[in-house]
């Protein structure tokens, strides 16, 4: 439920158009995929749509991305990858030109128009003995065209946020997080002008007043400067939040206020709480 209220609120917000909220009291398939002359031979791992609906993304156990028209059900194109771990999460770029997939820590992006691998970022993981409760694996937070990524380390404390151009393989600075959490969560603009960063703690069921993450952090997105910051409330614990693509607004979900807000990024000023039905 939480998930689905948030998904839709982020679709009112992000979204050109409000069609889902008519789908929503009476959805109906766009279109059917695997017709009988054209089955997949290989088990779905993951699936993703372009924001302009034109193509979607499949991945499956036999090494392969693969990408599909679906007005036509046609096969664009298929890409082939490593062979490592299962692709559980491939993703379209926000702009759409790009693919990045995440797979044993590695983050590789692929041209979606020639299906060319165009960069990869392995960094070590820092060793589990630095603190936090989960073992220690990286999350990937790509800019809207992929070429650059915040990179965090969930499972370890105090852990810098560093920020990677993935095409030139350098890293342009970090963020060192205002708040003591082990999962951090970034968000770019659509300009690559403003990175947010919220967090939370991990590993206690019962936490302290301090690990009760309040804020979202802005910062510049090319000195990566502390800019300001919106405090959703006592105790608020946000363990979600999404910057829309021009940056002028902020979702997020508080999980200890069990609330959905909506912010004025300008003035940092709340324009909408929602506290869901049980």
Same mark, same amino acid.
């Given at each position: 439920?939480?998930?689905?209220?948030?998904?839709?609120?982020?679709?009112?917000?992000?979204?050109?158009?409000?069609?889902?909220?008519?789908?929503?009291?009476?959805?109906?398939?766009?279109?059917?995929?695997?017709?009988?002359?054209?089955?997949?031979?290989?088990?779905?791992?993951?699936?993703?749509?372009?924001?302009?609906?034109?193509?979607?993304?499949?991945?499956?156990?036999?090494?392969?991305?693969?990408?599909?028209?679906?007005?036509?059900?046609?096969?664009?194109?298929?890409?082939?990858?490593?062979?490592?771990?299962?692709?559980?999460?491939?993703?379209?770029?926000?702009?759409?030109?790009?693919?990045?997939?995440?797979?044993?820590? %590695?983050?590789?992006?692929?041209?979606?128009?020639?299906?060319?691998?165009?960069?990869?970022?392995?960094?070590?993981?820092?060793?589990?003995?630095?603190?936090?409760?989960?073992?220690?694996?990286?999350?990937?937070?790509?800019?809207?065209?992929?070429?650059?990524?915040?990179?965090?380390?969930?499972?370890?404390?105090?852990?810098?946020?560093?920020?990677?151009?993935?095409?030139?393989?350098?890293?342009?600075?970090?963020? %060192?997080?205002?708040?003591?959490?082990?999962?951090?969560?970034?968000?770019?603009?659509?300009?690559?002008?403003?990175?947010?960063?919220?967090?939370?703690?991990?590993?206690?069921?019962?936490?302290?007043?301090?690990?009760?993450?309040?804020?979202?952090?802005?910062?510049?997105?090319?000195?990566?400067?502390?800019?300001?910051?919106?405090?959703?409330?006592?105790?608020?614990?946000?363990?979600?939040?999404?910057?829309?693509?021009?940056?002028?607004?902020?979702?997020?979900?508080?999980?200890?206020?069990?609330?959905?807000?909506?912010?004025?990024?300008?003035? %940092?000023?709340?324009?909408?709480?929602?506290?869901?039905?049980?």
């Amino acid at each position: 439920m939480r998930s689905r209220l948030f998904t839709l609120l982020g679709w009112l917000i992000l979204s050109p158009t409000s069609d889902l909220v008519a789908q929503e009291k009476n959805p109906q398939p766009l279109v059917i995929l695997g017709t009988p002359d054209q089955r997949w031979k290989a088990e779905m791992y993951s699936v993703a749509i372009s924001r302009d609906g034109a193509m979607l993304l499949f991945a499956n156990s036999q090494e392969e991305l693969t990408l599909v028209n679906p007005k036509t059900n046609e096969v664009i194109r298929k890409i082939a990858i490593e062979k490592a771990s299962p692709i559980y999460r491939p993703r379209f770029t926000p702009d759409g030109s790009g693919i990045y997939l995440i797979q044993d820590n %590695k983050y590789t992006l692929y041209d979606v128009k020639t299906g060319k691998k165009m960069a990869q970022l392995a960094l070590p993981v820092p060793s589990r003995a630095a603190g936090g409760g989960l073992g220690p694996r990286l999350r990937y937070f790509p800019s809207h065209d992929g070429q650059k990524v915040a990179v965090s380390v969930e499972g370890v404390l105090h852990a810098p946020i560093r920020i990677w151009d993935v095409i030139a393989d350098k890293s342009l600075g970090e963020i %060192k997080p205002k708040q003591n959490q082990d999962n951090h969560i970034c968000c770019w603009s659509a300009d690559g002008s403003i990175l947010t960063v919220s967090g939370y703690r991990h590993d206690k069921k019962d936490p302290k007043e301090e690990d009760l993450n309040e804020y979202v952090d802005f910062y510049d997105g090319k000195s990566f400067a502390h800019t300001g910051r919106i405090h959703a409330g006592e105790r608020a614990w946000v363990i979600q939040h999404e910057l829309s693509p021009d940056g002028k607004f902020l979702a997020l979900y508080c999980e200890g206020l069990v609330t959905y807000q909506l912010y004025d990024v300008t003035n %940092k000023k709340r324009l909408i709480e929602i506290k869901p039905e049980k």
